[in-house]
């Protein structure tokens, strides 16, 4: 079942510029696998030790997967998947 998955443009480098990649799978885990075959670069970037890493945010249809599932949550043909690293920043004072 293809998903699409929306990549923000500071993970882009990581595939050469694509905003979307239409995979393949039935799970969260599944379709991130599809996408690091594809960008190796980007598995460090969003996992860690197997989970999500701490500072990153995966939404299915706005629906933050830690709420449902996490990397097993199950996908439905044409889901739209997010992935959302943390932005932090700003002035001191």
Same mark, same amino acid.
């Given at each position: 079942?293809?998903?699409?998955?929306?990549?923000?443009? &500071?993970?882009?480098?990581?595939?050469? @510029?694509?905003?979307?990649?239409?995979? #393949?799978?039935?799970?969260?885990?599944?379709?991130?696998?599809?996408?690091?075959?594809?960008?190796?670069?980007?598995? #460090?970037?969003?996992?860690?030790?197997?989970?999500?890493?701490?500072?990153?945010?995966?939404?299915?249809?706005?629906?933050?997967?830690?709420?449902?599932?996490?990397?097993?949550?199950?996908?439905?043909? @044409?889901? &739209?998947?997010?992935?959302?690293?943390?932005?932090?920043?700003?002035?001191? @004072?």
């Amino acid at each position: 079942m293809p998903v699409t998955v929306k990549i923000p443009t &500071q993970l882009r480098a990581a595939t050469d @510029g694509e905003a979307e990649i239409e995979v #393949e799978g039935a799970s969260v885990g599944e379709v991130l696998d599809a996408v690091f075959a594809a960008h190796g670069t980007l598995r #460090e970037r969003i996992t860690q030790d197997g989970d999500l890493r701490r500072f990153v945010n995966v939404y299915v249809n706005d629906e933050d997967v830690r709420f449902i599932g996490g990397l097993e949550a199950e996908l439905s043909d @044409g889901d &739209q998947v997010v992935v959302l690293p943390a932005v932090a920043g700003g002035s001191g @004072g």
